[in-house]
């Protein structure tokens, strides 16, 4: 499964941005798909995932209730919603897909390239 990853820039604090992640398989549908982000200096953390079928998602806590995870499988892409956000989310964000629901980066066998998303105060 190949991924991009897009829809990042700079946004001032409190704004939105929402990204996308295209797949290149049909197969796309049979993955979790996960939402990662790495700021400067930082490790890789987690941000949310969705289910093949969107049923279930997992947001880390610091998301939780700003952003929002969707898919849609017809379009083999998952989106990303980012609303009121923050200098502290700036980062670049990377999609990512796996056979199970899991919040460990080593879990995901498949990576898109990542976006640049620059949050200003």
């Known amino acids: 499964v190949q991924l991009q990853a897009s829809g990042g820039g700079l946004v001032q604090a409190g704004g939105s941005l929402r990204l996308s992640c295209a797949a290149s398989?049909?197969?796309?549908?049979?993955?979790?798909v996960g939402w990662f982000r790495q700021a400067p200096g930082k490790a890789r953390e987690f941000v949310a995932a969705?289910?093949?079928?969107?049923?279930?998602?997992d947001y880390d806590d610091s998301v939780k209730g700003r952003f929002l995870i969707s898919r849609d499988n017809a379009e083999n892409t998952v989106y990303l919603q980012m609303n009121g956000l923050k200098p502290e989310d700036t980062a670049v964000y990377y999609c990512?897909?796996?056979?199970?629901?899991?919040?460990?980066?080593?879990?995901?066998?498949?990576w898109g390239q990542g976006t640049l998303v620059t949050v200003s105060s």
């Open positions: 969705i289910t093949p079928f969107g049923l279930s998602t």
């Open positions: 398989a049909r197969t796309f549908g049979n993955y979790i």
């Open positions: 990512a897909a796996a056979q199970a629901l899991r919040r460990s980066s080593s879990q995901y066998a498949y």
